[in-house]
């Protein structure tokens, strides 16, 4: 009896959580947002202008006075160091804001629309220093090529797919004594190339099964997918279309 008890709470508990999971990214998180932002614009304000007015305030007192004591002059270069350190710890955490309501926006379901996917893999990687094992144990190596021709597909679609990728090396890195990862992009004359490198465990493509939902999902927008084990890294190779472009045969 308590047992069929315990299972019955458990599923309330799973039905009560899917219906805030539902919510979250379209109603709840851009409440989120925005009630963060305002008092975070204000700090950002606030700390520049109190940058500016300490640096001002300081340049008088040595104006006025030339010969004060080591010890207050010490003491003023420290108040302009501070406030410095201010602004741009509030800088950098603008910065990680702006990164997570991007990932937020970014897995919103969209219409179709030219994409460089450059751009995109710069902010999935900046978001996944959220994840502390990947920021701190793992050496990563970009090369993303700046000019990268656009291709054309759902953000959002591309946003899932990447991170999970990410995700993905993560787990088959956790157990591996060395922790490498790298990501470059590229382009011929018919294809933007994604090549995506970890020095994870080996994991054939039937025995897993996020990957093969992953490929399958990229297949359907039309890229190719090519994966090999070359030493101790996994190496995938992923052929998107440039926008404009069909999709060359294999």
């Known amino acids: 009896m308590k047992e069929k008890a315990a299972v019955a709470r458990e599923e309330l508990i799973r039905k009560i959580a899917g219906g805030f999971d539902a919510t979250f990214i379209a109603e709840l998180f851009p409440g989120i947002i925005h009630n963060l932002a305002n008092p975070l614009n204000g700090i950002m304000g606030r700390a520049t202008l109190m940058q500016r007015r300490t640096a001002e305030y300081v340049r ?50 969209r219409e179709e629309e030219r994409i460089n996917l450059s751009q995109l893999i710069a902010g999935e990687m900046r978001f996944a220093d959220f994840y502390l094992d990947f920021k701190h ?83 359907d927008c039309g890229a190719r997918i090519h994966r090999q084990r070359e030493g101790d890294w996994n190496r995938m190779t992923i052929e998107i279309p440039l926008a404009g472009k069909r999709s060359i045969e294999k």
């Not at 010969?67 to 990680?96: C, H, N, Y």
């Open 60 to 109: 008088k007192m040595w104006d006025l006075y030339p010969e004060m004591p080591a010890d207050m002059t010490a003491g003023l270069k420290k108040i302009v160091q501070d406030a410095d350190s201010i602004v741009r710890e509030s800088d950098r955490f603008f910065s990680m804001f702006r990164d997570l309501t991007e990932k937020f926006s970014a897995i919103a379901p």
């Open 137 to 219: 144990e793992v050496d990563k190596t970009l090369s993303l090529e700046e000019q990268l021709p656009e291709v054309t597909g759902v953000y959002a679609i591309f946003s899932l797919c990447l991170s999970g990728l990410l995700r993905r090396a993560m787990r088959v890195m956790k157990a591996s004594p060395k922790k490498e990862f790298s990501i470059l992009t590229r382009h011929d004359e018919h294809n933007v190339i994604v090549e995506i490198g970890d020095t994870g465990e080996f994991v054939a493509d039937g025995a897993d099964e996020e990957l093969r939902d992953i490929i399958a999902l990229l297949e």
